[in-house]
Nanobody, 119 residues
């Protein structure tokens, strides 16, 4: 299973970006999908997650500004980021909890996409 993320870039404070992450490979079912981020010198943190049924959760720091969504048919998760702040600067990584057969369930990570917010 591979996760390919895209959509990062450089944006000014107050701007918007939309990240996408598509899963491919031997996939029977994708359970929870999510976005994490890691800034230089800081620990990786959960930004937002979404279950296969569409239930979402967000870090307090992004509530009201970021929206996570998914298209199950396309095996893709999105992160719409609005009102971006310099402190949102980080490498954003997508994560998926995947079953390739009825008896297993594994966690997969994408390579990450860099988001830089200038002040």
């Amino acid at each position: 299973v591979q996760l390919q993320a895209s959509g990062g870039g450089l944006v000014r404070a107050g701007g918007s970006l939309r990240l996408s992450c598509t899963a491919s490979g031997s996939i029977l079912r994708i359970h929870t999908m999510g976005w994490y981020r890691q800034a230089p010198g800081k620990q990786r943190e959960l930004v937002a997650g979404i279950t296969s049924g569409g239930t979402t959760n967000y870090a307090d720091s992004v509530k009201g500004r970021f929206t996570i969504s998914r298209d199950n048919a396309k095996r893709t998760v999105y992160l719409q980021m609005n009102s971006l702040k310099p402190e949102d600067t980080a490498v954003y990584l997508c994560n998926a909890d995947v079953s390739s057969d009825p008896w297993d369930r594994m966690d997969y990570w994408g390579e990450g996409t860099l988001v830089t917010v200038s002040s």
